[in-house]
């Protein structure tokens, strides 16, 4: 399915979508990789040299290019789309892997602090989703983007990100009305934390630094820098879950929720809304009161 298939992956020189470049590249793709900074595109494309190198009787060539770009500045996505065109001939296939998570009572949260959150975790999907939807349409491809269960199940402290993470969802949704006419492909994955990779070059404890500092800044209690704000959710296998990607864009998947616990919550508060949000509430309670006891 994806033998020669020209796919960008926004975000893809760490976490999950490294791993998921990874899985392409495993599956014949090729693939551009897009980064923040120069220094982490070269990172990713060392991590990825065993798997992206093919070689033939004529010539052997990498499958991975990599691009620098801040994609929540205005131009960024078309060059990114511009320079797909002349490293990879085309492009088949976005996946769309960037997120910034935090930590913060949205009643403490300015609007320019808001605003950041939108930026990285929105903004930044918008340019690139415009400039590459004609080709992507053209070669009946796939725009997956990689949101978050907080986008659905809104918990203590995490206010911000869930804003940010609901509005990528609806954006995705207006994006798949005027897309899947065209026979384009649009799924949205919304899982819960995601576990990382032993070989990912970022360093393992990035988020959890952060977390931290977002908490004491905020006077928020350490159970808040947990993964999921404290939410009993073990992380996701990456692993996993990048084959659970790519087997959603085969069977051509609107979206993708998990762990199932979550899918079965947020289906809940979306039928029900009273019950649900009391089931996640009590969730959360109990779970307060095991971390209490426990310390």
Request: hydrophobic fraction near 45%.
């Amino acid at each position: 399915m994806w033998k020669n298939r020209r796919v960008i992956v926004a975000g893809g020189t760490a976490g999950f979508g490294l791993v998921l470049t990874r899985h392409l590249l495993t599956a014949g793709a090729r693939v551009l990789v897009v980064g923040r900074s120069s220094a982490g595109v070269r990172a990713a494309l060392a991590a990825c040299e065993n798997t992206a190198r093919v070689g033939d009787a004529e010539a052997e060539q990498s499958r991975v290019q990599g691009v620098a770009a801040d994609l929540a500045v205005s131009g960024e996505g078309g060059r990114v789309i511009g320079e797909c065109l002349r490293l990879l001939g085309g492009v088949d296939d976005l996946f769309f892997c960037i997120g910034q998570s935090g930590r913060g009572r949205i009643l403490d949260t300015s609007v320019s602090q808001l605003d950041a959150f939108l930026q990285a975790n929105l903004r930044s999907a918008v340019e690139i989703t415009q400039a590459a939807a004609d080709d992507v349409a053209r070669s009946k491809g796939h725009l997956v983007f990689i949101g978050s269960i907080a986008g659905k199940l809104v918990t203590p402290y995490m206010g911000p990100y869930c804003v940010a993470k609901a509005a990528l969802a609806a954006f995705v949704d207006a994006v798949r009305l005027e897309f899947s006419p065209r026979g384009g492909h649009v799924l949205l994955v919304s899982p819960g934390p995601i576990r990382r990779d032993p070989a990912d070059p970022r360093a393992e404890n990035v988020s959890e630094v952060r977390y931290a500092s977002d908490a004491a800044r905020g006077g928020l209690p350490h159970a808040a820098i947990a993964p999921g704000g404290g939410t009993k959710l073990r992380p996701l296998d990456p692993d996993w879950l990048a084959h659970k990607v790519l087997a959603a864009c085969q069977t051509r998947q609107s979206e993708l929720v998990v762990p199932s616990s979550a899918r079965l919550l947020a289906g809940l508060i979306e039928w029900f809304p009273d019950l649900g949000r009391r089931l996640l509430a009590w969730a959360l309670a109990g779970q307060s009161s095991i971390r209490q006891r426990l310390h």
